[in-house]
């Protein structure tokens, strides 16, 4: 079974601060991403990786950096957290072999800013 | 941005009903994944699609990738309390990234006893 680990399942921070989430996963995955979900909003993805040392941003990167720089590894930085930014954070992994690999998810990080 | 229309937002049913829940775009999907989300937890892969008009089932889930390749469908047979939670569709738009999926904002279905 694949496993994606992520390092805090809650979180509470307050606003200026650096912030990093880290999302581990066990199946050698080339591909690995962060999303984040609102209520309403569903499933929007800030950015992804498809090897170490890339990345390339998703539809909302604005406030966030990742760090990619083992295969297992993938780390979502909010470089001065904002209230904007209290959501739930969700971090996958996929092969990259073939375009139809699905995305497994870890259980997510809540969030809070302060 | 998001591409993809998932209705019913919510849903309220008696134990051992149906339950059916769909997707749809404007674009052409090349795949179709549904994931089901339980409080507290991440979503968890029930069924992937690959082919326009395949028809998969896992237990008492079914889910077909439409003929159009703009839709998809779930459904749930006898539904049973442990059912309750969020279940997205997601999928690869044919023109997009192979990496990206586009998701669903989520159907919550809630079963009474």
């Known amino acids: 079974d694949v496993k994606v680990t992520q390092s805090s399942r809650y979180l509470v921070k307050r606003t200026g601060e650096k912030v990093f989430l880290e999302c581990v996963q066990d199946m050698d995955h080339e591909n690995m991403f962060w999303y984040r979900q609102d209520p309403g909003l569903g499933l929007r993805l800030i950015y992804f990786s498809y090897d170490v040392k890339m990345k390339e941003k998703g539809d909302i990167p604005e406030g966030y950096s990742v760090s990619r720089e083992k295969k297992e590894r993938f780390s979502l930085i909010l470089e001065s957290a904002s209230t904007n930014q209290t959501s739930m954070y969700l971090c996958?992994?996929?092969?990259?072999?073939?375009?139809?690999?699905?995305?497994?998810f870890g259980d997510g990080t809540r969030l809070s800013i302060l | 941005g998001q591409q993809l229309n998932q209705s019913p937002q919510s849903m309220f049913i008696q134990e051992g009903e149906d339950v059916s829940m769909n997707c749809t775009s404007s674009s052409i999907f090349n795949t179709w994944l549904w994931y089901k989300q339980d409080p507290g937890e991440g979503p968890v892969l029930l069924i992937a699609l690959y082919k326009a008009g395949e028809l998969t089932s896992n237990g008492r889930l079914t889910a077909q990738f439409g003929i159009t390749r703009k839709d998809s469908f779930l459904n749930i047979s006898a539904s049973i309390p442990s059912d309750v939670g969020i279940y997205f569709c997601?999928?690869?738009?044919?023109?997009?990234?192979?990496?990206?999926?586009?998701f669903g904002s989520g159907t919550q279905l809630t079963v009474l006893p």
């Open positions: 996958a992994s996929s092969r990259r072999q073939g375009y139809n690999q699905p995305q497994h």
């Open positions: 997601a999928g690869r738009v044919s023109s997009g990234s192979a990496r990206q999926l586009t």
